[in-house]
Nanobody, 121 residues
Framework: QLQLVESGGGLLQPGGSLRLSCAAS???????AIWWFRQAPGKEREGLS??????GYADSVIGRFTISRDNAKNTVYLQLNGLKPEDTAIYYC?????????????????WGQGTQVTVSS
């Protein structure tokens, strides 16, 4: 079965850090660009960060979040620092093929089920 599986979410206090993982099962990630999204209750899905298949290009909308990948482990990561209560959401990853190994994709072939991040004191 071809799928993405997110992990690493949890409950933590404001100011804390987490590293989320997005692992591929049944296929290899090294030819896919990866996006991380999140969706909070009652809000639209928000794109957070993307990384190209080569890892040579990466961008994050939120400066406290950093995306990285380890193609040898078939996994992409999202480091979340300085977490705030408004970061509470379900975090998803998505894989898509871009036109270059140094670009992010605009369409997605695979989505994960998401991992819950809750920030509360």
């Amino acid at each position: 079965q071809l799928q993405l599986v997110e992990s690493g979410g949890g409950l933590l206090q404001p100011g804390g850090s987490l590293r989320l993982s997005c692992a591929a099962s049944g296929f290899t990630l090294d030819s896919y660009a990866i996006w991380w999204f999140r969706q909070a209750p009652g809000k639209e899905r928000e794109g957070l960060s993307c990384i190209s298949s080569s890892g040579g290009y990466a961008d994050s909308v939120i400066g406290r979040f950093t995306i990285s990948r380890d193609n040898a482990k078939n996994t992409v990561y999202l480091q979340l620092n300085g977490l705030k209560p408004e970061d509470t959401a379900i975090y998803y990853c998505a894989a898509g093929r871009a036109t270059s190994a140094y670009r992010c994709a605009s369409t997605y072939n695979y989505w994960g089920q998401g991992t819950q991040v809750t920030v509360s004191s």
